[in-house]
């Protein structure tokens, strides 16, 4: 009986295919993106773009689109959306970081469900990454989460049109229409 073999994110590096992710060991493929959650993903970081703007003097905020995160050797996943608090990351890295976020945003796919609402909260759990939203186009939802006490606590949910000023980023009022990009 042959041992399975988990992946590393060595062998990531060394996949030949766009797309791809490294999710409990196995290189998977990212699903193909819809209109719709290229949309909200845009809108999102077009969004919070006051807060990427820092001064060199600790404050602030970096983001990326589609970024790999290597958190463990067999754990590489690559979000829709990602920022790091700039005293916590004073320069922006080079290649693969491996510094969780402090803030991770995921655009739900049909039928990939499962990594965002269930795989990826629990390594997030894992890394203490504070907050983690997710967008649900095409049911017109996000729901925000904050780790407290080692435990998700779902803090916000906007539905429809709503609007609402949520942590981390508090200091703007978010509209889920904006976001969405159908305002």
């Known amino acids: ?34 209109f719709a959650h290229g ?13 990427d703007e820092g001064d060199g003097t600790g404050g602030g905020w970096w983001f990326a689109t589609e970024v790999s995160v290597a958190y463990e050797v067999h754990e590489c996943p690559s979000h829709d959306l990602a920022g790091w608090r700039r005293e916590r990351l004073p320069r922006l890295p080079g290649g693969v970081i491996d510094l969780p976020p402090d803030w991770v945003c995921e655009i739900v796919s049909p039928g990939h469900e499962k990594k965002d609402t269930l795989v990826l909260p629990l390594l997030l759990k894992r890394h203490r990454v504070p907050d983690y939203w997710l967008i649900w186009p095409e049911e017109r939802r996000l729901t925000a989460y904050r780790l407290i006490d080692g435990d998700w606590l779902e803090i916000a949910t906007l539905e429809g049109s709503g609007r609402a000023r949520i942590p981390p980023f508090e200091a703007i009022e978010l509209d889920l229409d904006a976001l969405l990009g159908t305002s």
Request: proline share 6%; aromatic share 2%; hydrophobic share 45%.
């Open 39 to 51: 949309r909200a993903q845009n809108r999102t970081a077009l969004a919070l773009g006051p807060f």
């Open 1 to 34: 009986m042959e041992a399975l073999k988990l992946n590393t994110i060595d062998d990531l590096l060394l996949c030949p295919e766009e797309r791809v992710e490294l999710i409990g060991g196995d290189i998977v493929r990212r699903p193909m993106a819809r």
